[in-house]
């Protein structure tokens, strides 16, 4: 009897192990699912070359090699930007650690190092992320090549955040009111492991 009780205790034991985890499988041994929406195949991410807050260089050459944010903000915002910041903020506390994280101005010349340096000490994200500020010429590349609509006076910017892979591929895209900072965390850890 007992060793009848001990069969079936290891059996559901494996069941348990074999079942997908947190909505990230689509069965035991089957791919894993991304919780943003993947985007098409080979798309890669714009090269760029900025300066931040601080008139450090960034550039998206420097990030391979690791998963990264790439965001669309401006530092006037006094809704989305600030919101889609805290997102960011809270998948990293849920990572236990920070990954890159860019901000990529849409309000140029308004966004300024000072305005820039404001709001990240506001969100709370210094030195967590780098918001990476230019010319509307210097910009236009990044955007287009994000496919972002940068901020006018008669059209709101795309709200968006983007997910680079380690090998500097577009891959998983999020509008704004589908970013969770748990969503967000699930993504980045399956660049991390190489999904």
Avoid: N
Wanted: glycine share 8%; with cysteine.
């Amino acid at each position: 009897m007992i060793a009848l009780v001990l069969v079936g205790v290891s059996a559901l034991g494996a069941v348990v192990l074999a079942a997908p985890q947190d909505g990230d499988e689509t069965g035991a041994g089957g791919p894993r699912r991304f919780e943003g929406a993947t985007l098409p195949e080979d798309l890669r991410a714009p090269d760029f070359t900025l300066r931040d807050q601080d008139g450090e260089r960034v550039t998206m050459r420097e990030l391979r090699g690791r998963p990264a944010i790439v965001t669309f903000l401006y530092t006037t915002c006094e809704d989305t930007c600030p919101a889609q910041a805290q997102q960011i903020k809270g998948a990293l506390a849920e990572l236990g650690q920070d990954v890159p994280a860019i901000a990529v101005a849409v309000d140029p010349p308004r966004d300024t190092p000072r305005s820039a340096r404001a709001f990240l000490s506001e969100q709370r994200m210094t030195g967590r992320m780098d918001f990476a500020l230019g010319s509307r010429a210097e910009l236009q590349r990044v955007w287009k090549g994000f496919a972002v609509q940068p901020q006018r006076e008669d059209l709101e910017h795309t709200a968006r955040l983007v997910l680079v892979d380690p090998k500097g591929l577009q891959r998983v895209s999020f509008p704004i009111d589908q970013l969770t900072p748990d969503r967000l965390a699930h993504d980045l850890r399956l660049l991390a492991d190489g999904a």
